[in-house]
């Protein structure tokens, strides 16, 4: 067996690169893995031990329960002032949300339980547990009775009893089936997890019955309805699950009783769902009546059988019996046996409900808390306490309040009584001062304690009881345990808010709930969930979210992004039908794109470039230093080609002439491979997506001695070209004048490419390579030329500031208003703009950024079609090539030639001008304002400069005061009211979001062509008859990102927004690792960060 050898050096190499790493995240910053929970609780428990050391006997702790609450409880304790003892009749928690996946195999039951004394164990044994049920709890003398449950025949008592300083009571609940009959013995519940392990069993039993060959049709519908009590998030997701398990497995084993299957949801209230949005709700019922799933509202059951439901239907009072197979009862909870007899000890016997004070401390009982299901926080009103909190606040007794003594008492009027807060928000009030206003809504500066009691009158219709959920059990748990865990220190040090009936102040803030949203899983991969916000989502992208959510619980979930798109057009094209002709010319952002989202069968395509992959190019920087893998950012092309579910081929080939005469196209193969090298490809639409080339400005030496950054196999030999460097000046026979040149590394172009990539070296640089050739440092350079006077003048001005002044200490030179003239092989000549003074710098390697030139075969198809004077390819509002018909250009090869207003400003005023009178009022124009905002985007540019409201107001801007109101003008008032508009136009810049945006948009035209020419959607034809086929392109900038190295980066977000420094470089990390093409990149790009991280980027020179 081979042994792997790691040498002294290597280990406090990595060492060193994690500790600095470390320190540069931060304390905390590294985990070593697995699940990171985090609580709002302060972490105190350094503080505590010093101050428990010498108080002697620990307090005795008794924890009833291992759900939610209390598994959420131990994990966040602090034991070291505690004996922690653990009371249950299960020995795991269970992660209860996934118990209806249980039922039906989507999930199997032990994978979502975990052996509680795995959390036991992680708190080095100080807890001890017991698998026994409480039987009773005595509060008077401070014990809890218990019976072990486990039913071998083992000699020893069952029964014992625990003494407790404080208890946790955290049984849950159990199922309420409201006194009906039959329900316990006919019904399964769905609460633990041998109710799920019980119902899947059972429904099985039900098919195996169905399919017994003595039976009639009708006793098998009978055997195969599956009836559901409850329409709450337990019995839909429920019935979901069922449905799926019915229709995606069963029916495959069981073919001959497909027909057969039924299922009913029963719910009393109006609706399914009804503690969700109504949006949801309707969702909801929309699908399960697709589904097929019966739900049926407004019936009250009465009673179960072994055979029949037998229910009242609210509406009509009739009564219905129904026959079923199976019933899973899921109607809400209610409190627990021994929890009931503990209620009637301490005077709670006649409430439904264990109750608790806002700190979860059990009311009329001293020491005793309750969390989770098995209780319900009885909130304080706070007009019981009205008369004592005008009492605080009136300091000196003149039974007056003003303004100033109220504010001082807001505070904790807002933290002690949470339905004030909530009051104000549903009366879209800004602060309690509000509530202060007299009736008409004026400001009062003094108020006294009956204009007080009814400004408050009506906060307390707002209080209502947190829902038996998960979500509050836990949080109830990790707030108790902070509570305990700070409980020395805040009887001296108290945080809570003031004593309105007492003196002083509470030890604790009161418990107080946060939502987070909660799902509702519908089956067929789609899901429905209420977030925070009033916010709303449903389908299937909500489903992927509650895998996540679900999943952070532990482990991962592994997502493929294989979507099928062939069912939405599954009849669109007839196999019969002689299928278009696209073909795409190009792999970059703007054909990757279009050939993503195109979904039409009816076209044939054909895709020809000389890269048989796309390139996650925004990411090349990162490749030339190693920091990310050329293959990391790489997805082969025939991947993206295999996933459509129409024809689509694809040729390693290089266009080298369009045909537009005979609609043809050149190629030429880059394979050596033998045989014909050239080909012709015909097409009805051609879509020229080919990118650009670097620009040289026809400066002499540049092609021959520079390296460009535009392809992965750019980045490649930039990364070898480095690494050329180092070995070289670390020869001996190098002088160490001679070592200079050699590790000088200059960049011209100081735009995002150049800044990016100097960062990247820069880091490589003094994170790797100095330590691997340590008699080198003090002999690098690196410089950033810029022509212009500042780097990154296309971002806000705080950024480009920033990164000059982080690459002045960095030790990056900057050079700007410098001009390159020329480059040799050992050196480039500059000449300064200011002083027009020439400067030669000798380099080791040059990187050269400094924007893009048309490349040669689209230069040449200028020509053909007329526009071999201009600079770049224009294509019209809709990306079809001016000049040429059905021939389109997306990306860097083509610029947008946005049509000016004044140029149709008399065909504008004509169309608008309906009566042709010569003069337009609102009205008339009003008729075609979104039209012309449509068509130029220009004018919307203009209103925002100019702070307009709407294009009336600029129209009536060269009117006076008195012709505003009729606002009628005639053409030459039209013009000058528009004269400045077309100042506004801009090219938009060649950069992956635009190229991206552009493919999207031209697929989805395609998608809707046969749609469109029957129904024209775009503004009106102002020099033609009718509308334009498509809605212009309109681009949408989504922001961008300034990496500057060192962990930091800058982010230029849309509304102003300017983001700096390193959490901006994670905003980067997940907004980059997001808009990979594929799961397989996200993964390895991923796993290269990583690496990275760890073990420093890799100097091998391959």
Not at 486 to 503: H, M, S
Request: hydrophobic share 40%; proline share 4%; with cysteine.
């Amino acid at each position: 067996m081979a042994t792997l050898m790691v040498s002294e050096s290597t280990v406090k190499m990595v060492a060193r690169r994690v500790v600095n790493q470390i320190g540069k995240k931060g304390k905390g910053w590294f985990n070593g893995g697995g699940l990171v929970a985090y609580s709002e609780s302060k972490s105190t428990s350094a503080t505590n031990n010093k101050e428990l050391e010498g108080l002697g006997k620990k307090k005795k702790l008794v924890v009833l329960g291992t759900g939610w609450a209390s598994a959420s409880f131990l994990k966040d304790l602090d034991i070291s002032a505690y004996d922690v003892r653990v009371v249950s009749p299960r020995n795991y928690f269970a992660f209860t949300p996934l118990l209806p996946s249980v039922t039906c195999g989507t999930v199997e039951a032990r994978s979502i339980v975990e052996p509680i004394r795995n959390i036991v164990k992680k708190k080095n044994g100080e807890i001890q547990f017991w698998e026994a049920e409480c039987t009773k709890i005595d509060a008077a003398n401070k014990k809890v009775y218990c019976r072990s449950n486990i039913e071998a025949n083992l000699v020893g008592k069952k029964d014992f009893s625990l003494d407790y300083d404080y208890l946790v009571i955290a049984t849950g609940a159990e199922v309420n089936t409201f006194n009906t009959p039959g329900v316990a013995e006919y019904c399964h519940f769905l609460k633990e997890v041998e109710d799920a392990q019980r119902i899947r069993a059972s429904v099985i039993d039900c098919f195996e019955k169905a399919i017994l060959p003595d039976l009639t049709d009708e006793e098998r519908r009978m055997n195969l309805h599956f009836v559901v009590v409850g329409g709450g998030p337990t019995g839909v997701e429920f019935a979901a699950e069922l449905h799926d398990f019915v229709y995606e497995d069963l029916i495959k084993l069981y073919p001959m009783v497909k027909d057969l299957v039924s299922i009913t949801v029963i719910q009393s209230g109006d609706h399914i769902l009804n503690t969700y949005d109504s949006r949801i709700s309707s969702f909801a019922e929309t699908k399960f009546a697709r589904d097929g799933i019966d739900v049926r509202t407004g019936c009250r059951v009465l009673s179960v059988t072994d055979t029949e439901v037998n229910m009242k239907i609210k509406s009509t009072g009739e009564y219905v019996p129904i026959p079923h197979g199976m019933v899973v009862w899921s109607t809400g909870v209610t409190t627990r046996p021994v929890v009931k007899d503990f209620m009637e000890q301490i005077g709670q016997g006649k409430r439904r409900v264990l109750a608790t004070n806002e700190w979860l401390k059990v009311r009329g009982c001293e020491d005793v808390y309750a969390i989770g299901d098995c209780a319900t926080i009885d909130q304080r009103k706070i007009m019981e306490d009205i008369a004592a909190i005008f009492k605080v606040a009136d300091k000196k007794n003149t039974g007056i309040l003003n303004v100033e003594e109220f504010q001082d008492i807001i505070d904790d009027i807002l933290i002690r009584y949470p339905q004030v807060d909530l009051h104000l928000k549903s009366e879209h009030l800004s602060s309690v001062i509000d509530l202060l206003k007299d009736p008409q809504g004026n400001a009062r500066k003094e108020i006294d304690i009956e204009g007080f009691k009814s400004a408050l009158s009506h906060v307390d219709t707002q209080l209502k009881s947190l829902p038996a959920t998960a979500q509050v059990a836990a949080q109830q748990g990790t707030y108790l345990s902070s509570c305990f865990n700070r409980r020395e220190i805040c009887k001296t040090q108290p945080e809570g808010p003031r004593r309105f009936k007492g003196e002083g102040r509470y030890e604790f803030l009161p418990f107080r709930y946060k939502h987070f949203g909660q799902f509702a899983p519908l089956g067929g991969e789609q899901a429905a969930a209420e977030l925070p916000g009033d916010w709303v989502s449903v389908g299937r992208s909500t489903q992927w979210l509650w895998y996540s959510v679900y999943a952070s619980g532990g482990g991962l979930v592994a997502c493929s992004d294989v979507r099928p798109f062939g069912s939405v057009y599954a009849d669109a094209a007839q196999p019969t039908m002689k299928k278009t002709k696209v073909v795409v010319l190009g792999t970059g952002w703007a054909g990757t794109s279009f050939l993503k989202n195109l979904k039409d069968p009816s076209f044939d395509v054909q895709i020809v470039s000389p890269s048989n992959y796309f390139a996650f190019t925004p990411l090349l920087p990162s490749v030339t230093c190693g920091t990310v893998e050329a293959r990391s950012v790489v997805e082969p092309i025939r991947n993206i080609v295999k996933k459509k579910s129409f024809n689509v081929t694809f040729k390693e080939a290089e266009c080298f002439k369009i045909d537009t005469n005979n609609q043809k196209v050149h190629c030429r193969s880059i394979q050596n491979t033998g045989g014909k090298e050239e080909f012709t490809v015909d097409y009805d639409y051609l879509i020229i997506a080919m990118g650009a080339r670097a620009n040289t400005f026809n400066t002499p030496g540049v092609v021959e001695h520079a390296h460009f950054l535009k392809e992965v196999e750019d980045a490649q030999r930039i990364r070898r070209s480095i690494i050329d460097c180092f070995e070289r000046a670390s020869l001996p026979s190098i002088t160490d004048e001679e070592r200079k040149k050699i590790l000088h590394f200059v960049v011209v172009g100081g735009g995002p490419t150049g800044v990016e990539f100097a960062a990247e070296l820069h880091d490589f640089v003094y994170e790797d390579l100095i330590y691997l050739y340590p008699d080198l440092e003090k002999h690098i350079t690196i410089t950033l030329l810029e022509a212009g006077d500042h780097i990154l003048n296309m971002f806000d001005k705080r950024i480009t500031a920033f990164a000059e002044e982080k690459f002045q200490r960095d030790g990056i030179k900057l050079k700007t208003g410098s001009m390159v003239v020329k480059v040799s092989d050992k050196s480039i000549t500059l000449k300064e703009r200011s002083s027009g003074e020439t400067k030669v710098l000798p380099f080791g390697m040059v990187v050269w950024s400094t924007g893009i030139g048309t490349r040669p075969v689209i230069m040449d198809f200028m020509k053909q079609i007329g526009q071999g004077n201009r600079r770049v390819m224009a294509t019209d509002e809709w990306l079809r090539v001016e000049g040429v018909p059905n021939v389109y250009a997306l990306g860097d090869c083509a610029t947008i030639n946005q049509r000016r207003v004044l140029e149709d400003i008399a065909n504008i005023f004509g169309k608008a001008d309906k009566n042709k009178t010569g003069k337009l009022n609102v009205e008339d124009f009003s008729e075609v304002i979104n039209d012309i905002i449509e068509r130029y985007p220009q004018v919307e540019l203009h209103l925002e400069s100019k702070k307009l409201k709407n294009f009336v107001q600029l129209l009536q801007g060269d009117l006076g005061d008195a012709a505003k109101q009729s606002t009628h003008m005639d053409i030459e008032k039209f013009k000058s009211a528009l004269s400045e508009v077309d100042n506004k136009m801009k090219s938009l810049p060649p950069t992956a979001q635009v190229a991206a945006q552009q493919g999207a948009y031209l697929a989805q035209c395609f998608n809707r062509m046969k749609e469109c020419d029957e129904n024209p959607e775009g503004p009106i034809r102002f020099r033609d008859s009718g509308r334009h086929r498509f809605k212009p392109f309109r681009y949408k900038h989504l922001g961008q990102f300034a990496p500057l190295g060192g962990e930091q980066t800058a982010a230029q977000l849309p509304g102003d927004w300017v983001s700096i420094g390193q959490s901006t470089q994670w905003l980067w990390y997940s907004v980059y690792a997001s808009k990979l093409v594929s799961w397989r990149t996200r993964v390895l790009v991923i796993g290269d960060w990583g690496r990275r991280f760890i073990f420093g980027r890799d100097s091998s020179r391959i």
